[in-house]
């Protein structure tokens, strides 16, 4: 058999789906994985694809099967078993082969096993892939952080397997180290954020308007041809249309309300305090994941408080205009959020991450994929801003928006709906707008019971209250 020009171990989901990809591009893959048995199966199931797929008992069997130099793609569950196949290709591998960490990695690791591997002859590339099954199958987004010259050994095969919007790839190399897992990691709690507002318009769909699964579904596919136009929404609109095979029920009433994570949001979370970055509704979006798995607690409340929720009454065509509007600028402040995080890392990392790139590359094969980031890519294009909410045009969206999502978190508020992200991005945004906040008592308490100082709007330098005997100190 030939030689192949790259390997990849993890024949998972995401594994299998990738190396499918890369043959079917033209590059002949070796592949590995840890239960050899689904080696053979995978081999087995590659169709016409089986003569550009080398399947590899060990991973010696895995390095003797590339061509020098060698790129091995890792695509396992992350965390220690990365470290485990690092361990293990170092002791394979020669001078020049690349590694690739295509999984999930949290991107301290990534910075590292970056520094680890530094003067070992191996070089490291951490990449984020988005996208799914069906984006690793057909063509996911990629983030990709390294060296520039590591970039430019891999640039031809990930371009080639990457999505494409209008013809442009959604590959790029984003900075060095751990940049593209950081910019991944950005895209999940993202993806939170955006997942728990249509949730929560879902919710005032069929809490508030006594709306069936069938009838939210054609809202979200007519709202899909609309400026909400997303992936997100339009599996939206499948998922609410499809029933249970077994119950002939709609499907999504038979799934317990109890939602999974498996830390990217959460991450992203830590990331933005670590960074002193507000991004409230990706935390909120974390947070009702966290609430939504106390189901037992949660009925058991339901029962204590006995208050249910109130229908949303008024003009129904009115509401559901406001509430396609109110999602629209729920997520203008999410993406926002998200953004300044990254504007952040960048500096605090020495990345100098390309925002507009960022945004195009999101344009196609990943979860968030929309024309939404078309316009996020234009707008950072034009010029440097500094938050997305500060870019002309994004000016003019959130004057026409926000009055929608005001009257959404109000209603919803009143009807007893939890709206946790829709509302801290409401709040988020009426805190960034206003020139003159609150923290001025902030400041007076902090001096009265710490003598922490503040500054005077009329004078520099730090100054104390006449608090007198009454501060605690
Ligand atoms: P998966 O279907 O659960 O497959 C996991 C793979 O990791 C299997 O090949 C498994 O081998 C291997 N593995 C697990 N522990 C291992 C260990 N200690 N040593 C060696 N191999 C080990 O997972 P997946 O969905 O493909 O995810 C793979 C990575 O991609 C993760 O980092 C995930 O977060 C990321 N990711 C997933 C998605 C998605 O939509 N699924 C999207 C983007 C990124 P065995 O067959 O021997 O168990």
Request: with cysteine.
């Amino acid at each position: 058999m030939a030689e192949a020009e790259i390997g990849l171990i993890g024949l998972g989901v995401m594994g299998s789906n990738l190396a499918l990809n890369i043959a079917e591009n033209g590059h002949r893959i070796a592949v590995f994985n840890r239960t050899t048995s689904r080696t053979g199966e995978f081999h087995a199931q590659a169709g016409s694809l089986q003569d550009m797929v080398v399947p590899c008992e060990t991973i010696e069997d895995l390095a003797a099967a590339i061509r020098p130099p060698r790129p091995v793609i890792i695509m396992v569950q992350a965390g220690q078993a990365v470290d485990e196949q690092i361990a293990h290709l170092r002791g394979v591998l020669s001078e020049n082969d690349i590694v690739i960490d295509a999984g999930n990695a949290n991107f301290h690791d990534t910075m590292r096993r970056f520094k680890d591997l530094e003067n070992s002859g191996l070089t490291f590339i951490g990449m984020g892939v988005s996208g799914g099954e069906e984006g690793a199958r057909h063509g996911p987004s990629i983030m990709v952080g390294g060296t520039e010259a590591s970039w430019k050994r891999v640039e031809k095969v990930l371009t080639a397997i990457s999505a494409k919007y209008e013809g442009e790839p959604c590959v790029a190399w984003l900075g060095t180290d751990g940049a593209g897992h950081f910019v991944k990691t950005i895209h999940n709690g993202i993806e939170y954020a955006d997942m728990q507002m249509i949730a929560e318009i879902y919710g005032v769909l069929r809490d508030g308007l006594g709306m069936g699964p069938k009838e939210i579904a054609s809202v979200f596919a007519t709202w899909n041809k609309g400026r909400l136009n997303s992936y997100l929404i339009e599996i939206t609109a499948s998922v609410l249309a499809a029933d249970d095979p077994k119950t002939g029920k709609p499907m999504v009433d038979m799934i317990l309300d109890r939602a999974g994570q498996k830390g990217t949001g959460k991450w992203s979370a830590i990331e933005a305090q670590q960074l002193g970055i507000p991004a409230t509704a990706i935390e909120a979006a974390v947070a009702a994941r966290v609430i939504s798995s106390l189901k037992d607690e949660r009925v058991a409340a339901e029962k204590a408080y006995g208050m249910g929720v109130s229908p949303v009454s008024g003009n129904r065509d009115a509401i559901l205009a406001d509430l396609e509007l109110a999602l629209f600028a729920g997520k203008i402040a999410a993406y926002a959020q998200g953004f300044a995080v990254m504007s952040a890392a960048s500096e605090e990392f020495d990345w100098n991450l390309p925002l507009p790139t960022i945004a195009k590359i999101w344009r196609a094969g990943c979860i968030i994929r929309s024309q939404f980031l078309d316009t996020i890519a234009t707008a950072f294009n034009a010029g440097p801003v500094a938050n997305l909410l500060m870019a002309p045009d994004f000016v003019q969206m959130m004057k026409e928006a926000n009055p929608a999502l005001r009257r959404i978190v109000a209603r919803a508020a009143e009807a007893g709906l939890p709206t946790p992200a829709l509302s801290s991005a409401l709040a988020y945004f009426d805190s960034y707008r206003l020139g003159r906040g609150t923290s001025n008592l902030i400041q007076a308490q902090r001096d009265f019971f710490g003598a922490h100082g503040f500054e005077r709007i009329d004078a520099d330098g730090a100054h104390h209250g006449p608090w007198g005997s009454g501060a605690a100190g």
